[in-house]
Structures are given as C-alpha cells and as structure tokens.
C-alpha cells in the first residue's frame, strides 16, 4: 500500500481571509455566475451564468458547474466531477427556462466533498459535511455527514467534519465527530 502522506489531517479549518475567488485562466465564467470569497476554480472548468458557488469553494480542474447548482460554504470539488441539470436530456427538445420550465437543481450543503469524477444526477441535494467517494454515481439525496460510494451510490460510513471516517456502515452513529474535533 503506498502511504497515505495526507495523513494526519488537520484538524483546524481553513482561515477564510475573504480574498476575490482565485479562477484559473483557462476557466471560463459565464457572466451572471455567484463565486464567493476565497473560492478557487481550477484550470479547464466551466460556470455557468446561474451557478452559485459559496465562499471557501475549491472547483478543482475539468468540472463544469452548471445553472442550477448551488454549492454553500466550503463545498470541496474533485477534478472532472460531473454535476447534471437536467434529469431526461434530449438534444432535439428543449429543456430549462428556454422551454418555459427551470433547470432541476443539484444543491450541496456546506462542508461537503464531492469526489473525482463522481456523478451528481439531479435533482439531488447533498447533505453538510457529507463525503462523496470518487467516481460515485450519486442518484438519490445524500444526508448529512454520509459517505457514500458506488454506482448507484450507497451510503458506507460516516464522516467528520474534518472528513475523517468516524463510523462505518449504513447506521447513523450518534457521534459524528471524531477525537481529534471533540478534543
Ligand atoms: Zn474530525
């Protein structure tokens, strides 16, 4: 097994000094797009016009945020995850506001983790704190400090705030903090 370098976690959040949101320049903004203070955009991604993206953000390269997503506060984004807006795509007919109708919205609370090139089919609401593992497909709402994996997803253990897996399982513990966060 190679060595897991990110470990030990740190256990104190990321100062929030709210500086402008850092966009790399091969990113495109559309106009009309919310990017909060001390978000980061990576390389290669796309924000669409209505995207929200809260402050303490970081998009990391190739995702594309669409109209219709809304990340809170400190939502972290693996490269090339995929966000959707639409549940039955078709090229030929129109879908969203243009046909008289709204985009179906994916919606991320605050603290959660979306992992590399997982899948978010909207409508979708991922709960705070939550920890979506890479290359899940996440087809149903997410509670809040679950993680979850697999295709569809499933919910396999729950997380910290700082993100460290506290207990696994499907079965709500009653603690969600793990020792180094409850001191
Ligand atoms: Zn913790």
Redesign the pocket.
Same mark, same amino acid.
């Given at each position: 097994m190679p060595k897991r370098e990110s470990s030990p976690?740190s256990?104190t959040p990321r100062p929030r000094p709210g500086e402008p949101a850092k966009i790399y320049p091969t990113a495109i903004v559309q106009p009309g797009a919310t990017i909060g203070p001390d978000a980061v955009v990576g390389a290669f991604c796309f924000v669409a016009s209505g995207a929200r993206i809260g402050p303490g953000c970081r998009i990391q390269c190739h995702t594309s945020v669409w109209n219709g997503v809304i990340l809170e506060a400190d939502v972290f984004v693996g490269p090339a995850a995929t966000f959707t807006n639409v549940r039955h795509p078709r090229a030929a007919f129109s879908r969203g506001p243009a046909a008289g109708g709204a985009w179906d919205e994916t919606y991320v609370e605050r603290g959660a983790t979306v992992g590399a090139s997982a899948t978010l089919v909207a409508p979708v609401r991922i709960g705070a704190h939550a920890m979506i593992a890479a290359g899940a497909v996440v087809t149903r709402d997410v509670p809040s400090h679950a993680i979850v994996a697999g295709v569809p997803a499933r919910i396999i253990g729950w997380a #910290? /705030? #700082?993100?460290?897996t /506290?207990a696994r399982g499907a079965r709500r513990p009653k603690r969600l903090? #793990?020792?180094? #966060?409850?001191g």
């Open positions: 976690p256990f #910290c /705030v #700082c993100g460290e /506290v903090q #793990c020792e180094a #966060c409850e």
